[in-house]
């Protein structure tokens, strides 16, 4: 799961499992995903050792440096130049066109309704094949450059406002999508969405400059978006046959 995710699934576990069994149920569930997580990651890495990277000559060469003493100004100097500024950098350079579309999204109205509603409502029947919404499906779209923003969407989109909103309390969080349809199984499809799907912009824009190719950059996007999907559409299709959630 995406670093960025982690504080809002830890506030989704909390108001979704955390009132049936305690903080102990809402940790569990948090640690069960993470552990999915990883065995995802070794599936799919052995799945692809065995097909479409078969063959391909891979190697690890680690050149360590001439041992020197350290020099503070340059490490700083050093850190803020390779490492800071260069991936902050990067992220503006993909998040202020995103912040751009997210406002006229939010905006622009046709025939009665902003874009991001009308967007919302196109991709509602899909999201609830997923179990999920139209508004976390949005969310997650624009919410590309960083996944800290795709809750604050959600929220955007529910109150119908014009700006990113953060819930004041876990109460008032919680009343907000409980209001707008959440259950506890939205709340597991959303943790396995945000544990499984497209890359942030800052790691698609590393990976297309370190193959150099468009092609695996795209692989890299859709494989885990592929995954995701099909265990949300499973979870939820589960979920409905045997009446935990009405169909």
């Not at 102990?24 to 070794?42: N, P």
């Not at 450059?145 to 795709?150: G, L």
């Not at 499984?196 to 590393?206: G, V």
């Amino acid at each position: 799961m995406p670093g960025g995710a982690f504080p809002a699934m830890i506030a989704i576990f909390s108001i979704f499992f955390a009132g049936a069994g305690g903080s102990l149920a809402a940790a569990a569930a948090l640690t069960g995903v993470i552990i999915l997580g990883a065995a995802l990651t070794f599936l799919l890495c052995r799945a692809l050792s065995a097909t479409v990277l078969k063959g391909m000559p891979s190697s690890f060469t680690l050149e360590l440096p001439p041992y020197r003493r350290p020099r503070v100004g340059q490490v700083v100097v050093r850190s803020v130049l390779d490492r800071t500024l260069f991936v902050l950098g990067r992220a503006a350079a993909v998040a202020a066109p995103a912040g751009l579309l997210l406002w006229l999204c939010a905006h622009v109205t046709v025939g009665g309704q902003t874009l991001l509603a009308a967007v919302a409502a196109a991709l509602d029947p899909l999201g609830r094949l997923l179990g999920l919404d139209g508004a976390i499906l949005t969310a997650f779209l624009l919410g590309w450059p960083a996944n800290e923003i795709v809750l604050p969407i959600v929220m955007m989109i529910y109150l119908s406002n014009g700006t990113l909103t953060e819930w004041e309390s876990l109460a008032g969080l919680g009343q907000l999508l409980t209001d707008n349809g959440w259950t506890g199984l939205t709340a597991v499809c959303m943790a396995l969405f945000s544990l499984a799907h497209w890359p942030c912009s800052t790691t698609c824009l590393t990976i297309w400059k370190e193959t150099g190719s468009l092609r695996w950059t795209a692989l890299a996007a859709a494989l885990p978006t592929g995954v995701g999907a099909l265990l949300c559409a499973a979870v939820a299709a589960a979920a409905r046959w045997t009446g935990l959630v009405p169909g």
